[in-house]
C-alpha cells in the first residue's frame, strides 16, 4: 500500500480527503443541527463555501495535499469525510452509515479508493459505523465509541475484532447520543495532548486517558455542542480549531502550537467541525 494510511492521529499530516460542501444543508442529524434549524439563522451557499475554502486554505499552507471526493448532488452530508471510512494498519475500512439521507457516502469514498489503488481491506456489515466514533489516542491504540443511534455496538465490536487483529489496542467506549460522535466529547491535539469534555464524558475515559500520559485540555459542555472539542491535529505542533473556539484556541498557543482558525459555524451549527470534515490518509511514520 506504499506509504499510504494512519496509524495514530498527531504525526505530520500528509495527505487529507475533504468531502464537497457544494449541496450542504442542514438536516435534523442530531440536536446540534435541530438547534441551527430552530434558530432562524439563514444558511447561505456563499457563507458554506467560503467557510470550506478557509479550512482547504488552512490544509494548504500547512504543507497537505488535499484529495476530494467527487460530489453527490443528493448527499447533502458528504461533506463530513470522516465517517464514510477509518483507517486500519493494512488499508481502509468503508463504514456504513446510520441515518438513510448519508447511506449512500459509501460509493464515492470507494471511488476514491479505488482510483488511487489504496487497498480497501475490510466494509463494515454488523450494523452501522461512523468514522467520527473512533479516535487514535496513541499509535495503534483505538477509542471506539457507540451510542446506538450512529455507530452500533454489534458494528464498534466488528471493527475491534479486526483492529485488534492487526495488534491494536481497543476500548469500546459506550456514550449518550446526546453527542452523536465520540470525537464531539473528544480529539487529539498533538502527541500527549487532547480535548476533553469532562464533565460529560462517560465514567472511567478521562482516568483511562490520563493512565496513558495524556494531557486533558476541559472544554465546557456549551463549548462543546459548538464543537469546541472537535479539533484536526496536523503534526509538528500545529492544528485546525474553529474561531468559535477562542477560550481552548489561547490555551492551545499557551501550550506553543500554532492553530489554524477557520470560520467554520456553518458547519459547526449542522452537527460537525474540522475532525468531522476530514479524513486523514497519510500520516508521516514516527512524526
Known amino acids: 500500500m506504499a506509504d499510504w494510511g494512519i496509524e495514530d492521529e498527531t504525526s505530520p499530516l500528509q495527505d487529507v480527503l475533504l468531502g464537497p460542501p457544494d449541496r450542504f444543508e442542514w438536516l435534523p442529524t442530531s440536536a446540534i443541527s435541530k438547534a441551527?434549524?430552530?434558530s432562524g439563522r439563514e444558511l447561505r451557499r456563499e457563507d458554506v463555501l467560503a467557510a470550506h475554502g478557509e479550512m482547504s486554505s488552512a490544509y494548504e499552507d500547512a504543507g497537505v495535499r488535499v484529495h476530494r471526493l467527487q460530489p453527490d448532488p443528493e448527499l447533502k452530508y458528504q461533506v463530513f469525510s470522516r465517517d464514510s471510512s477509518i483507517w486500519g494498519s493494512t488499508g481502509a475500512?468503508?463504514?456504513?452509515?446510520?441515518?438513510?439521507?448519508?447511506r449512500g457516502e459509501y460509493a464515492a469514498v470507494i471511488r476514491f479508493y479505488e482510483s488511487e489503488a489504496i487497498p480497501i481491506v475490510?466494509?463494515?456489515?454488523?450494523?452501522?459505523?461512523?468514522?467520527?466514533?473512533?479516535?487514535l489516542p496513541k499509535p495503534r491504540c483505538a477509542?471506539?465509541?457507540?451510542?446506538?443511534?450512529?455507530?452500533?455496538?454489534?458494528?464498534?465490536?466488528?471493527?475491534?475484532r479486526w483492529l485488534e487483529t492487526m495488534g491494536?489496542?481497543?476500548r469500546l467506549q459506550p456514550f449518550d447520543p446526546h453527542f452523536v460522535?465520540?470525537?464531539?466529547?473528544?480529539?487529539?491535539?498533538?502527541?500527549?495532548?487532547?480535548?476533553l469534555c469532562e464533565e460529560a464524558a462517560p465514567p472511567g475515559l478521562a482516568d483511562w486517558l490520563r493512565d496513558k500520559g495524556i494531557e486533558l485540555l476541559e472544554v465546557s459542555?456549551?463549548?462543546?455542542?459548538?464543537?469546541?472539542?472537535?479539533v484536526m491535529a496536523l503534526g509538528n505542533d500545529r492544528v485546525i480549531s474553529t474561531?468559535?473556539?477562542?477560550?481552548?484556541n489561547e490555551r492551545l498557543r499557551a501550550q506553543g502550537l500554532e492553530v489554524y482558525d477557520p470560520d467554520l459555524w456553518p458547519f459547526t451549527m449542522g452537527g460537525g467541525g474540522p475532525h468531522c470534515l476530514a479524513q486523514p490518509l497519510r500520516r508521516a511514520a514516527g512524526g
Open 143 to 160: 477509542l471506539i465509541g457507540h451510542c446506538e443511534e450512529r455507530t452500533h455496538q454489534r458494528a464498534a465490536r466488528q471493527v475491534a
Open 93 to 102: 475500512i468503508v463504514t456504513q452509515m446510520n441515518q438513510w439521507w448519508r
Open 243 to 248: 474561531a468559535e473556539a477562542s477560550r481552548l
Open 221 to 230: 459542555y456549551r463549548e462543546c455542542m459548538q464543537l469546541g472539542a472537535n
Open 36 to 38: 441551527a434549524l430552530a
Open 122 to 135: 475490510h466494509m463494515v456489515t454488523a450494523g452501522s459505523f461512523e468514522g467520527g466514533d473512533l479516535v
Open 168 to 170: 491494536w489496542e481497543v
Open 181 to 195: 460522535h465520540i470525537d464531539v466529547l473528544v480529539c487529539m491535539v498533538a502527541p500527549g495532548l487532547a480535548t
